[in-house]
């Protein structure tokens, strides 16, 4: 018996002693692992979610830009820290549903080695050139692809990446062959693209939304079902003749694996609370991208399904990094 109550006193210790951190957490900054460069999408909203938990909430998150071989490295830094809920990685389609299938090496497994808090938001990539190129059209881009196959070339920010798998997904259903050049994130890309280096550039939305409105670049066509609302004169994929030609990004928090669950619903809470303020909302959607929101469970099934679908087209690709 008096093991027993021992026993008793001790699990009670540990369920109060989780129950505590819970409520006190967060009592110091939160970092947040980008795993991209300063500048891109990914960074983008990184820094206006930490503005909005900021006001909403009164956290400070603090965002530490780890780029690197496909956004691997930065997640590779999030799975290595203290599963205690302070640290945060905002992975995305690429890291954590292409690589797995992608790398015939990877240090993690996003199924096992990290936790889904909350989806961030979606958004389509577009097709740009830059504002003196030739090409007015994705058709222009095709005819001379296809009257010279692999002659046109065009940036991503990375092998594997989602710009990168969204534009193999377009030659196959264009049947054309374009050179591709990956770069270690979007604004050298954008660089070459300005210096004529590349010729075209898949690109996130929030990447290269400001440069087409100051006219320095030209998007051709979006790549999701419908057309954006912040880009209302640009045509879809679908629409330019590849009827059925839908491909996003997502962006989500995750932590490593074996962060408290009280931890990870009191993130979810504060992330969700940040993401519906209508400024955080106005922002994300004046960058082109929609905000998502939502429970741990339901971003766990949307990894795997994505993961899924996208083995089927790093397959296809042909696509393979040692």
């Given at each position: ?56 909430s009164g956290w400070n998150l603090v965002a530490e830009n ?257």
């Amino acid at each position: 018996m008096k093991l027993l109550s021992q026993a008793a006193a001790l699990i009670g210790g540990l369920v109060i002693g989780a129950g505590a951190l819970a409520q006190s957490f967060p009592d110091r900054p939160i970092r947040l692992i980008v795993p991209f460069p300063p500048g891109g999408g990914t960074d983008i909203i990184a820094r206006e979610l930490g503005v909005a938990l900021n006001k909403t909430s009164g956290w400070n998150l603090v965002a530490e830009n780890r780029p690197g071989a496909g956004g691997n490295l930065g997640v590779e830094t999030a799975v290595k820290s203290a599963p205690d809920g302070y640290t945060l990685v905002l992975g995305q389609t690429s890291n954590l549903a292409i690589n797995p299938s992608l790398y015939a090496k990877l240090s993690y497994d996003p199924a096992r080695d990290l936790a889904p808090v909350a989806l961030v938001a979606t958004a389509p990539l577009v097709l740009v050139v830059a504002a003196n190129s030739r090409y007015q059209t994705l058709a222009d881009v095709i005819t001379q692809a296809k009257a010279h196959p692999g002659e046109l070339n065009f940036a991503s920010p990375g092998n594997g990446t989602v710009a990168h798998l969204t534009a193999e997904l377009l030659q196959q259903s264009a049947g054309i062959k374009l050179q591709h050049i990956p770069y270690k994130g979007a604004n050298q890309a954008l660089n070459d693209l300005f210096g004529g280096q590349v010729q075209l550039f898949m690109s996130s939305i929030p990447t290269a939304l400001g440069q087409i409105r100051t006219g320095k670049l030209r998007a051709l066509a979006v790549t999701s079902a419908k057309r954006v609302a912040e880009l209302p004169n640009v045509p879809t994929v679908s629409e330019a003749g590849y009827s059925g030609f839908d491909a996003n990004t997502w962006f989500g928090l995750m932590v490593p694996a074996g962060t408290p669950p009280d931890v990870i619903q009191t993130l979810n809470a504060a992330a969700n609370k940040a993401m519906a303020s209508a400024e955080y909302q106005q922002k994300i959607r004046a960058e082109g991208g929609e905000v998502l929101g939502g429970t741990p469970e339901a971003f766990s099934e949307r990894l795997r399904r994505d993961h899924a679908l996208w083995a089927g087209i790093v397959k296809q690709s042909g696509a393979r990094i040692d």
